[in-house]
């Protein structure tokens, strides 16, 4: 059998959404078959297109949300008035209803939980003031540290996106300056990456793992220029990385040319944070690494020039929706 991918219409809770759904098809009879990873892949891709377009929460979102708090699961459903684990059923990526899932993005604004936990009747007195203490110092932090708290969104800040961080041109996940970092960290150590070779490995660590997952690594928005692909506002983010001593970069004159080359090698001090991806994310980095070994700038540029990503939008050079991961063609 070989695997394909076709454009369908899927309907969820009485609303349609195209996908690329995926199949396999026998070569001698032409039946087509299904299996449980492709329609875990093809719903997906339905729910994340539901959450997206009636502005609901994806589920690193809402595990986020209660971790702040430092609840149990069944804690957060009490307080939001949900049924006892709700909220984990959310977490594990259930589609909360369109109420709750309102409720929950009320409760990631400690000022807003604050008036949540204090209607909450069921909450014995003593931990109902432990955990208003415990909000009220997430509040003075968040007005202590305003600048660093608004970076992130002043970094994947961009205009085809501007009412919500996490959707198709993110991967449906918000953007993380963490795992960003710990991807940047990872290929120095491995690769010891030009710039421009940089901003491709990113670009297909991200996407290959949403043509696995239906969800990109990091959340961070890729535009198209004549070179490739390249992370927006990749300046602003590889120069604060740098000065963070997360990585160094080395400045070297090329002898053939006026030019200068950046080149991202690791701070001596600093190894990369595997722990912070899951057991799929580490196998794309490792993979992409491998690929990409022993592949020079401009070939990687040319190869990036082969993607539908890339041919599609390089005309108006436009913020690339993560759709185009299931048209890898080097990967």
Request: aromatic share 14%.
């Amino acid at each position: 059998m070989s695997l394909l991918i076709e454009e369908r219409m899927l309907v969820f809770r009485k609303a349609e959404f195209k996908v690329a759904f995926h199949f396999y098809q026998c070569y001698e009879t032409a039946e087509k078959f299904s299996a449980s990873d492709l329609d875990a892949l093809n719903m997906f891709q339905v729910h994340n297109q539901y959450r997206d377009r009636f502005n609901l929460p994806f589920p690193d979102e809402i595990a986020c949300i209660r971790a702040k708090y430092d609840l149990p699961a069944t804690k957060m459903s009490e307080i939001l008035g949900f049924g006892t684990n709700s909220y984990r059923h959310s977490e594990s990526g259930e589609v909360p209803s369109n109420a709750n899932g309102k409720l929950i993005q009320l409760a990631a604004d400690p000022r807003k939980f604050r008036g949540l936990v204090e209607i909450a009747e069921s909450l014995a007195p003593s931990y109902k003031e432990n955990l208003l203490s415990k909000i009220d110092k997430l509040i003075r932090q968040h007005e202590e540290h305003f600048f660093e708290s608004n970076l992130e969104d002043y970094f994947f800040y961009n205009k085809v996106n501007t009412d919500k961080l996490a959707g198709e041109f993110s991967g449906y996940k918000k953007p993380t300056l963490e795992k960003l970092t710990e991807m940047v960290v990872f290929f120095a150590h491995r690769l010891k990456p030009w710039k421009t070779q940089l901003n491709k490995l990113l670009f297909y660590a991200d996407f290959l793992n949403f043509k696995k997952t239906c969800f990109s690594i990091s959340g961070v928005s890729y535009r198209v220029i004549d070179m490739g692909p390249i992370v927006n506002n990749y300046n602003s983010i590889f120069e604060y990385l740098t000065n963070n001593d997360d990585v160094d970069v080395r400045c070297i004159e090329f002898s053939n040319s006026d030019t200068v080359g950046e080149q991202f090698v690791p701070h001596p001090d600093r190894a990369c944070r595997i722990e912070l991806f899951s057991e799929t994310e580490m196998a794309v980095l490792e993979h992409v690494a491998e690929r990409f070994k022993n592949t020079s700038t401009n070939e990687i540029i040319e190869l990036s020039h082969n993607e539908k990503a890339w041919l599609e939008n390089i005309k108006e050079r436009k913020i690339i929706s993560y759709k185009y991961a299931f048209d890898l063609s080097v990967i």
